[in-house]
């Protein structure tokens, strides 16, 4: 089933890393911004949108209130996703640089 | 009390009336309500702010875009005004780049639902004008009409809409996002 998994963006993808520890809607948007220097900066609609079909799925799932904050964690399955989707991203990478040697810049 | 200025402006694209929206800001003048096509501004300080306008998700479905616009305020998000399922959001620009969907699938599921929301209230008019303008009686002339009217002032926007989704999901045929 899993290898079936087309790739995730990279929105979904720096959602479910921020998830290993429970955070909120800012807290991914900041959390994504910080990894990538401000590369991906996440728009409050797009990640309202992600959260939705994520909790569907079962990838991610509700963690506790923290006031009217509400707080999210990833599930066993969303974590057997992203490594899956990490073991493809490695076959991408090792795939390129043995056949251009790597970026010159 | 800060000066207040207010403007009518009609605009068949919401992309060009955010854009107008934007440079009152930057002149000084900040968007603090609309009422359809009445806009109030308030004098500040030139470019404090960046907006968005939203065309929220169903009517009917009230909760859920309340639940919505809570999630942007806990982001930083301020909501201006919300009329109906129409939306103005603002945040100061020293937080840097204010978009609200910034991948192109979310993009595109956001052109959908305007699309399908225009494409309703275009066929809704022009069934209604077909009726009319058929009917029996003087009056149906003349709301047939106005059916019309409406349903060929959708139309252009409702073309916009559809290209800007067309060309989104072409890209998806050589990006992943």
């Not at chain 1, 799925?57 to 009217?68: L, M, Q, T």
């Not at chain 2, 009445?38 to 907006?51: N, V």
């Not at chain 2, 982001?75 to 201006?80: A, I, P, T």
Request: aromatic letters at 14%; hydrophobic letters at 35%; a neutral charge.
């Amino acid at each position: 089933m899993k290898q079936d998994l087309p790739p995730l963006t990279e929105g979904v993808y720096y959602i479910l890393l921020s998830l290993y520890e429970p955070r909120h809607g800012y807290g991914m948007i900041q959390f994504t911004d910080e990894m990538t220097s401000g590369r991906v900066k996440l728009g409050a609609g797009t990640i309202y949108g992600a959260i939705k079909t994520l909790l569907d799925r079962g990838w991610i799932k509700a963690f506790e209130e923290d006031g009217r904050k509400k707080e999210y964690i990833i599930t066993d399955k969303g974590k057997e996703v992203i490594e899956y989707e990490i073991l493809r991203l490695r076959e991408l990478f090792d795939n390129g640089i043995r056949i251009t040697g790597g970026s010159t810049k | 009390m800060n000066e207040k200025l207010t403007k009518f402006r009609f605009f068949l694209d919401y992309e060009k009336e955010e854009d107008w929206v934007n440079d009152m800001s930057k002149q000084g003048w900040h968007l603090i309500s609309f009422n359809f096509n009445y806009f109030t501004f308030e004098k500040g300080e030139p470019g404090q702010y960046i907006y968005r306008n939203e065309m929220l998700s169903g009517l009917g479905a009230k909760d859920q875009s309340k639940e919505y616009i809570e999630f942007l305020q806990q982001s930083g998000v301020e909501l201006v005004q919300r009329r109906f399922n129409w939306a103005y959001f603002r945040k100061n620009t020293s937080d840097g780049p204010f978009e609200l969907y910034t991948d192109t699938s979310s993009k595109i599921t956001y052109l959908n639902r305007i699309y399908t929301l225009f494409l309703f209230l275009m066929l809704v008019n022009l069934l209604s004008a077909l009726t009319n303008l058929t009917g029996l009686f003087d009056y149906q002339i003349i709301l047939g009409s106005c059916n019309l009217t409406v349903a060929i002032l959708l139309f252009i926007p409702f073309v916009k809409v559809k290209k800007r989704r067309d060309h989104l999901k072409k890209n998806l045929d050589l990006f992943n996002d």
